[in-house]
């Protein structure tokens, strides 16, 4: 059983800054690659960022030069450094982590943009 948990959302001015983690728990063997999703209200759920390792990451345009997808020392985290934040950031924020080729979706972490 793999669980996947992202934290670090809340409500943020326009211009601000937010770092959200994601932890992968469970019977690990290795977790590759991870990824960043997001879903704003009405719209489809887009990926922003992923990580394939190494320096190997690729980003959204809509998030590109603001965003940086990062992991943790341990392998099983994944950061998603937010500067620069406008309005139309608003939505929820979902990691993705791939263990041994099968995907899982953590339940979401809150991002508000608004002053």
């Known amino acids: 059983q793999v669980q996947v948990m992202e934290s670090g959302g809340g409500l943020v001015q326009p211009g601000g800054s937010l770092r959200l983690s994601c932890v992968v728990s469970?019977?690990?063997?290795?977790?590759?690659?991870m990824a960043w999703y997001r879903q704003a209200p009405t719209k489809q759920r887009e990926l922003i960022a992923i990580h394939k390792g190494g320096d190997n990451t690729s980003y959204a345009a809509s998030v590109k030069g603001r965003c940086a997808i990062t992991r943790g020392k341990d392998d099983n985290t994944a950061y998603l450094e937010m500067n620069s934040l406008q309005p139309e950031d608003t939505a929820v924020y979902y990691c993705?982590?791939?263990?041994?080729?099968?995907?899982?979706w953590g339940q979401g972490t809150q991002v508000t943009v608004s002053s």
């Open positions: 469970g019977n690990i063997v290795r977790i590759h690659p």
């Open positions: 993705r982590a791939w263990h041994q080729g099968v995907p899982y």
